[in-house]
T-cell receptor
Framework: DAKTTQPNSMESNEEEPVHLPCNHS???????IHWYRQLPSQGPEYVIH???SNVNNRMASLAIAEDRKSSTLILHRATLRDAAVYYC??????????FGKGTRLSVIA | DGGITQSPKYLFRKEGQNVTLSCEQN?????MYWYRQDPGQGLRLIYY???????QKGDIAEGYSVSREKKESFPLTVTSAQKNPTAFYLC?????????????FGNGTRLTVT
């Protein structure tokens, strides 16, 4: 599966939208884009995933570039409880998920 | 409530002792996984099991062993052969075999070996 590049850390103000970027220039046609987040001292939790089209759920939105070489996880209104490490993962379904270091999001009150 | 239970939350052992970490799920999920996380790092896959009585090595299986005798249970044994066993261990499950279904994680066991 192709590799992803994420910023090490980001900061956001509470109640403002957050856009978490992920670059994956070597993505293949069968790679899904998965996002998980890990709150302090907990296991990761699934956030969202998509293949080509933008996706929305109760937690977040996933915007996928037309060429699929990048994507953005959007938290519409950050709260203090959204402070976590966010992982962007590519997976075609042939092997288990590989979690990199992710982006550490800090939310400022 | 359905979920994954890892116990205990904290575990302390002396060097040279084997230790078994428990992972139980009541989600009726087919697949289960063990990951290891070191401070400031991502997760590394130790073992996974797609169905009962079958499991495969992940990227860092050396020094670990598992069993999958029941669908709901996937215990991990950290043996004395594991060179650096102190870490945060995470168990996960997914509803079906294959690797596209979302993973559900437990809250981990923090193992300290001195």
């Amino acid at each position: 599966d192709a590799k992803t590049t994420q910023p090490n850390s980001m900061e956001s103000n509470e109640e403002e939208p957050v856009h978490l970027p992920c670059n994956h220039s070597t993505i293949s046609g069968t790679d899904y884009i998965h996002w998980y987040r890990q709150l302090p001292s907990q296991g990761p939790e699934y956030v969202i995933h998509g293949l080509t089209s933008n996706v929305n759920n109760r937690m977040a939105s996933l915007a996928i570039a037309e060429d699929r070489k990048s994507s953005t996880l959007i938290l519409h209104r950050a709260t203090l409880r959204d402070a976590a490490v966010y992982y962007c993962i590519l997976n075609s379904g042939n092997t288990p998920l590989v979690f990199g270091k992710g982006t550490r999001l800090s939310v400022i009150a | 409530d359905g979920g994954i239970t890892q116990s205990p939350k904290y575990l302390f052992r002396k060097e040279g002792q084997n230790v078994t970490l428990s992972c139980e799920q009541n989600l009726n999920h087919d697949a289960m996984y063990w990951y290891r996380q070191d401070p400031g790092q991502g997760l590394r896959l130790i073992y996974y099991s797609q169905i009962v009585n079958d499991f495969q090595k992940g990227d860092i299986a050396e020094g670990y062993s598992v069993s999958r005798e029941k669908k709901e249970s996937f215990p991990l044994t950290v043996t004395s052969a594991q060179k650096n066993p102190t870490a945060f261990y995470l168990c996960a499950s997914s509803i079906e075999p294959g690797f596209l279904s979302p993973l559900h994680f437990g809250n981990g066991t923090r193992l300290t070996v001195t």
